[in-house]
């Protein structure tokens, strides 16, 4: 496994503006992704975070609204934009070293709250 | 297309109890991954095992274990003597070959002291 750490873990936010959250790892990894959690629900992936090119989004997450950046094998980050209250979830960062077998670990998650 | 299904949305029990979280899943695939999670109150994940397709072997580890049974499609997940630190959100997931995983929507476990 590795260290995966988020930035903010937590933060609160006005109705209107974007936050980025930044996810270091301290090995290079394979893949990266991000997922979200709201309230009392389950994970589902926003997109996975592709190095050096545009990022694959899961149908119903679209670029404008959460785009995401790449640039090595360590970093990535996601920009949850024009935030409204029901983007209120906690954003995860996940990694994995293996394209097939899927499994992954997590950061510590940045929990956000949109007023 | 992969489902899981955890129908226990919340249990508790009584310290040094034993429980068992259920999980069922759907895939069309004969070669696919199973993967149990917890999530304390701080909120990270954190893997607690992986199962391919083709073991069936039930698994221990410690106070855990795991009973993976292809012809129900569940891989049930039971603590022994439960202790308070155990208690947790608990997710099931599933991975078909080359795809992300699909997650249930989760068992909470309150464990009393």
């Known amino acids: 496994s590795a260290v995966i750490s988020q930035k903010p873990s937590r933060d609160i936010c006005q109705r209107g503006t974007s936050l980025t959250i930044q996810c270091q790892v301290d090995s290079q990894v394979t893949m990266m992704f991000w997922y979200r959690q709201q309230p009392g629900q389950s994970l589902t992936l926003i997109a996975t975070a592709n190095q050096g090119s545009e990022a694959t989004y899961e149908s119903g997450f679209v670029i404008d609204k959460f785009p995401i950046s790449r640039p090595n094998l360590t970093f990535s980050t996601l920009t949850v934009s024009n935030m409204s209250p029901e983007d209120s979830s906690i954003y995860l960062c996940s990694v994995s070293w293996d394209r097939g077998r899927g499994e992954l670990f997590f950061g510590e998650g940045s929990r956000l709250t949109v007023l | 297309a992969q489902k899981v299904t955890q129908a226990q949305t919340e249990i508790s029990v009584v310290e040094k109890e034993d429980v068992t979280l259920d999980c069922v899943y759907e895939?069309?695939?004969?070669?696919?991954?199973l993967f149990w999670y917890k999530q304390p109150p701080s909120g990270e994940l954190v893997f607690l095992i992986r199962?391919?397709?083709?073991?069936?072997q039930n698994e221990i580890s410690g106070r855990y274990s795991w009973n993976f049974q292809k012809s129900t499609s569940s891989f049930n997940f039971t603590i022994t003597a439960s202790q308070v630190v155990d208690s947790a959100v608990y997710f099931c997931a599933l991975s078909e070959l080359s795809r992300q995983l699909t997650f249930g929507s989760g068992t909470q476990l309150t464990v009393l002291p």
């Open positions: 199962r391919n397709s083709f073991d069936e």
């Open positions: 895939t069309r695939d004969t070669t696919y991954y």
